[in-house]
């Protein structure tokens, strides 16, 4: 009988095999939205099916944009996004996703004559809105929140193309201000302290909208044209590779096979960051249609610890709490700085790393802004509590592979969000 309210991993000696990844959730949001804005028939393949995304499918529906959805592959039909119309109750229930309501903001503020209710769960209710309020309403756009926080009030206006710098690098951001300039009068810029992920940029020039950069800043032009359905296959996911990756280096004689992983340079810090601590990693098979894609092969290896400072914690972001995990076994200690955006994740990141890290028997030290954490740790095992976050539930997961005893996950369902069949997968090369 399934267990709804813990999940207990057990250790293995090693583990063996191939994995082929879910596709990449940051894409798999984009490529709907796309398939959105779009006018007639859209086919994605290898879509991420994790519940993220399928908020953000709830969300078009209710904008008249139908999806019929297979396995992995969903048809979609779009009037286009001067088609879209008033939803019945205007309330867009964005589920536990950041990317969700932070892009469709982006796209909505714009959408003269129509209002919407943009909600979301207990964790999307307490994270941070002001950060995109803040540059839609310079835009000219209607658009409030009690306290910066949902639900999120939208009345479609006119906007006005702005130069904007984030005030912290962000993607989502970004992103939803590089949205709104698509309906926007006049160029939109957008400056970035450092390079976050740029698929929204990729996939605009895939569209052929004249999206520029120049050093770190971006522009974008209204956008004039229709853009007609599409085909695209979203390649693997990154962020769901690490956990493997965390797996097939710590575990002793393994060896992963990771498949038609995004090799995008903006999501594989922890690849070069692991290489330079002595992982075994290699990159086989390199393709590239719209982004790098390739096969990643990951050997057990001796790690030594490493140092992230700010600078690096855009391209980290979405595994600093799996590298905190990584850290216990390198040698040495491992200081993390300049990661404070942790704190407005699913859950407060750098909180629920550290207790859960401290859990299984690890020395951790939290601090405002990341944590040190002491290497050469054999982790005891015991009960982590994920906080209702899918990461954290997928890294105490991987450490239950690694302890001695066996590892608890409270909140385990979680990882639904972002990778529904991230257990049956472990099961499987847990076994092998
Ligand atoms: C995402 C960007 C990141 C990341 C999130 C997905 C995206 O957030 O943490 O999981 O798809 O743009 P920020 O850009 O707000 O740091």
């Not at 300039?181 to 390079?195: F, H, M, N």
């Not at 359905?229 to 004689?253: C, I, Q």
């Not at 992230?308 to 972001?317: C, T, W």
Request: with cysteine; aromatic share 4%.
């Amino acid at each position: 009988m399934t267990d709804h309210i813990k999940k207990t991993v057990s250790p293995v000696e090693s583990i063996r095999g191939q994995i082929t990844l879910p596709g990449d959730k940051s894409m798999s949001h984009r490529a709907l939205m796309f398939a959105a804005i779009a006018k007639g028939c859209s086919k994605i393949k290898h879509l991420n099916i994790g519940a993220d995304a399928l908020s953000t499918i709830a969300c078009l529906q209710k904008l008249g944009v139908t999806f019929q959805l297979g396995k992995f592959t969903v048809d979609v039909e779009s009037p286009g996004i001067h088609g879209w119309k008033q939803p019945q109750d205007g309330i867009l229930n964005c589920g536990n996703s950041g990317t969700t309501v932070r892009l469709l903001a982006g796209l909505l503020a714009g959408q003269e004559g129509l209002e919407f209710t943009m909600t979301g769960d207990a964790s999307l209710s307490v994270r941070p809105m002001q950060r995109i309020i803040d540059p839609l309403t310079k835009m000219g756009a209607d658009i409030h929140a009690q306290d910066g926080h949902l639900p999120l009030h939208v009345r479609g206006k006119k906007l006005t193309g702005i130069h904007y710098t984030l005030p912290v690098a962000s993607a989502q951001v970004k992103s939803c201000v590089l949205f709104a300039g698509l309906s926007a009068q006049g160029k939109t810029y957008v400056e970035e302290p450092q390079l976050s992920r740029d698929h929204t940029e990729n996939m605009m020039k895939m569209f052929r909208i004249p999206i520029f950069r120049n050093k770190d800043i971006l522009s974008v032009h209204t956008l004039r044209r229709v853009i007609p359905g599409f085909e695209y296959s979203v390649p693997g996911d990154p962020s769901s590779a690490a956990f493997w990756v965390a797996a097939g280096l710590l575990l002793p004689k393994s060896r992963l096979l990771l498949r038609k992983m995004s090799l995008n340079p903006t999501r594989i810090a922890y690849l070069k960051l692991l290489r330079s601590c002595g992982a075994e990693i290699d990159i086989i098979r390199e393709t590239k249609s719209l982004e790098p894609m390739g096969d990643v092969v990951v050997r057990s290896s001796v790690l030594r610890h490493f140092q992230i400072s700010g600078r690096q914690v855009p391209g980290l972001i979405d595994e600093i709490p799996l590298l905190a995990l990584i850290a216990t076994r390198a040698k040495g200690k491992t200081v993390i700085r300049g990661a404070k955006e942790l704190r407005y994740k699913e859950s407060d990141r750098i909180s629920a790393t550290v207790e859960m890290l401290r859990s299984l028997g690890a020395e951790a030290e939290e601090l405002e802004d990341g944590m040190i954490v002491r290497g050469d740790t054999v982790l005891r095992g015991g009960r982590v509590d994920a906080h209702g976050d899918h990461r954290i539930a997928m890294t105490a997961s991987i450490a239950g592979l690694l302890s001695q005893g066996p590892v608890e996950v409270h909140g385990w369902s979680s990882v639904e969000i972002s990778y529904p069949n991230f257990y049956s997968i472990l099961e499987r090369i847990g076994r092998s």
